[in-house]
Each structure stands twice: as C-alpha cells, then as structure tokens.
C-alpha cells in the first residue's frame, strides 16, 4: 500500500487554560491518500480548525503522532494552504501576488512569467495578471489564493473554509473548480460547515464529534468526478441519500 500523504495516530490535542485543559480534537486516528479530497464536517468547537493547524505544522499534538508524507509537519513545507480570507499583499498585482509564492518556493525568476500565467489560467483569471488585488472581486480574490497555494506545486492542500463568506453563486462556481484540484500525486483536506458542499467536493466525508472531535462517521462518496454536469449531479438521488446520511450524523453528535 502507498505511504499516504497524512497520517494521524493516536492523536489528542488540549489547549491550556487557567483552571483546566480544554479538550479540542481525539482521539483521532485519519490517513489521508493521494488522489482524494477529504471534506471534514462537524459541529462549531468540534476540533476541525484545530485538525488543520496540526497537520500544517503550526500545532503539535498533545499526545499522538502526526505525520505528512511521512514526516513530522513543517510549516509551509509540502503543504498549499488556502484560509477564509484571502490574506493577499494589497500592494501588489494579482500576478505579483503568485510571484511571491514562486519566490518563495525557490523558482527561478526565468522561469516564473510562465507559471504565472499557467497558474492564472488554472484558476480562470489568465486576463487580470496586472490588476490589483482590490480591483477585483472576493471571488476573485479567493482564486488568486488557490494559484498561490498551488504555486509550489503541494502534494497536499489543506483548505479551511475558503468559500465562508462568498454569496452562493460564486460559492457554487468555485467549488465546481475545486473539485479538480486531487490528482495522482496530490490530496486536499477541506473543512465546511456546509453539507452540501461538503458531499459535492468529496471523495470522502469526516463528521466530527462535539467536542472532543473524534471520528463519528468516515463515508466515502462515489459520485462521479468528471462527465455529468454540477447542476444534474446536486439534482441526483445519489448526492440526496448522500446528504442525507451526512446530515443525519451531524445531527445526532450535535444532539
């Protein structure tokens, strides 16, 4: 079997407070491959952010093993982040703020015109490179930080809530671009409080206890990735028993 691209064993984490420690995620045991796109729900507090920020790096688990492509978590490296807000350098261009990434991600400077433009064709903004960041709109914003997350080519993309605060149409259009992202070689962990779109991007959901945050439900999703249209593919009977049985876990660990 393939090493996977994350792997949590054991893990517990508790943020220390003045009386006593807050139990915030575990014990948890989740390995996430190549190839899938793994969408984790569950209830405000369920540990879902707090997942995230372990599997960065930027956290250490209090008790347990967290691994990314087999190694402990570096921040910043192998892994794309992408986060509510688009956090961009207003005082740069839209191709400057891709530029940066490359900089940082130690791609020559020859060589960062062209992935620049590839990366704005990916995510549908090939004619909007010179542009300023606030010259556009939230949904465009939010796309310019997914080129930026994938600019240093990441095996995996970890995705926290990044269509929140976006109205429904462009939220809709942007996961239909997301749904792509998983490849051969690259995996996606996404978090929503959204059922619908946590069963429309997923190869796989993750419902998440109340606090604590433990596995209450791992399901995958065999809807199709390719050949049906979005809108005949939310319309289906499959994404409704789907969304159903979703729902209906979430329920009972927020009962």
């Not at 009386?19 to 190839?35: C, F, H, I, N, S």
């Not at 930027?58 to 492509?69: D, I």
């Not at 990366?119 to 010259?135: F, H, N, P, S």
Request: hydrophobic share 45%; proline share 7%; net charge positive.
């Amino acid at each position: 079997m393939a090493e996977p691209l994350v792997e949590l064993a054991g893990v517990e984490h508790r943020y220390r407070a003045r009386k006593a420690d807050v139990p915030a995620l575990g014990p948890l045991d989740l390995r996430v491959g190549a190839g899938e796109f793994l969408v984790v729900v569950g209830p405000s507090g369920s540990g879902k952010s707090t997942l995230l920020r372990l599997v960065s790096g930027f956290e250490r688990p209090t008790t347990g093993v967290v691994r990314v492509l087999g190694d402990a978590p570096v921040p910043g490296r192998d892994v794309g982040a992408v986060f509510q807000q688009p956090r961009l350098f207003p005082w740069q261009a839209v191709a400057g703020n891709i530029g940066t990434a490359l900089r940082w991600a130690g791609v020559p400077r020859r060589d960062r015109p062209e992935r620049i433009a590839a990366l704005l064709d990916q995510v549908g903004l090939a004619a909007l490179g010179k542009r300023r960041t606030w010259e556009i709109s939230g949904g465009q914003q939010q796309r310019v930080a997914i080129a930026r997350a994938l600019a240093a080519r990441p095996r995996l993309l970890l995705m926290d809530e990044p269509f929140a605060a976006l109205d429904a149409l462009t939220r809709e259009r942007l996961q239909e671009d997301v749904r792509s992202l998983t490849g051969e070689e690259r995996g996606v962990v996404f978090v929503t409080h959204s059922v619908d779109e946590a069963v429309f991007l997923a190869t796989r959901v993750v419902v998440l206890s109340d606090r604590p945050g433990r596995v209450a439900l791992d399901l995958p999703i065999p809807l199709p990735r390719s050949g049906v249209p979005a809108d005949e593919l939310r319309g289906s009977a499959d994404f409704a028993a789907l969304r159903g049985e979703v729902a209906a876990a979430l329920r009972a660990v927020a009962a």
